[in-house]
T-cell receptor, first 113, second 115 residues
Framework: NAGVTQTPKFQVLKTGQSMTLQCAQD?????MYWYRQDPGMGLRLIYY???????DKGEVPNGYNVSRLNKREFSLRLESAAPSQTSVYFC????????????FGSGTRLTVV | KQEVTQIPAALSVPEGENLVLNCSFT??????LQWFRQDPGKGLTSLLL?????REQTSGRLNASLDKSSGRSTLYIAASQPGDSATYLC??????????????FGRGTSLIVHP
């Protein structure tokens, strides 16, 4: 099925560990996004990539890095995980920046202990 | 800072009622607005996308309207069903400085439709 695929679906990390969340889309979309969703805070944009080869900071970029590997893939890396990064992470894509029509992945539930 | 507010935060209604969910935003310079549904433990599913030049969009029992001058969008759900129970989120694409179009989400309205 066409869409946005995120891996892994669940992950538990110890404080200080690193990990990369993977995201891939097969809709030939130019723009991709990483959000985190926390109770009472809603969805907050971490980083986005308007097109292949570009990345920009969103509202809450501290503690994260991203790589737009190619047009299909956009990864999110936590270099040194902290308990404050416990959250549900969503990847999304759209045809272009601001075009709307966002398609979301099913999310990664991350717990940092 | 541009903000998106959704009222009410939670709603519980009997099956069959017609519902109105509200989304308000602080900046009328929007590019478009999108309504989503999120089921517990799941990702977001797109419902309706309204371009800034449009006044409304309809899909089945759903109708979304947009009034940029008042900074409001409403999602109307006709003849609600238990299967409509979910959280409904509004995302507004503002035109940020530098020409970037950044989506901002409201915190959602949690809807329960009981039989």
């Amino acid at each position: 099925n066409a869409g946005v695929t995120q891996t892994p679906k669940f992950q538990v990390l110890k404080t200080g560990q690193s990990m990369t969340l993977q995201c891939a889309q097969d809709m030939n979309h130019n723009s991709m996004y990483w959000y985190r969703q926390d109770p009472g805070m809603g969805l907050r944009l971490i980083y986005y990539s308007a097109s292949e080869g570009t990345t920009d900071k969103g509202e809450v970029p501290n503690g994260y890095n991203v790589s737009r590997l190619n047009k299909r893939e956009f990864s999110l890396r936590l270099e040194s995980a902290a308990p404050s990064q416990t959250s549900v992470y969503f990847c999304a894509s759209s045809e272009s920046l601001g075009a709307g029509g966002y398609t979301f992945g099913s999310g990664t539930r991350l717990t940092v202990v | 800072k541009q903000e998106v507010t959704q009222i009410p935060a939670a709603l519980s209604v009997p099956e069959g009622e017609n519902l109105v969910l509200n989304c308000s935003f602080t900046d009328s310079a929007i590019y478009n607005l999108q309504w989503f549904r999120q089921d517990p433990g799941k990702g977001l599913t797109s419902l309706l996308l309204i371009q800034s030049s449009q006044r409304e969009q309809t899909s089945g029992r759903l109708n979304a309207s947009l009034d940029k001058s008042s900074g409001r969008s409403t999602l109307y759900i006709a003849a609600s069903q238990p299967g409509d129970s979910a959280t409904y989120l509004c995302a507004v694409i503002f035109r940020a400085s530098g020409g970037s179009y950044i989506p901002t989400f409201g915190r959602g309205t949690s809807l329960i439709v009981h039989p």
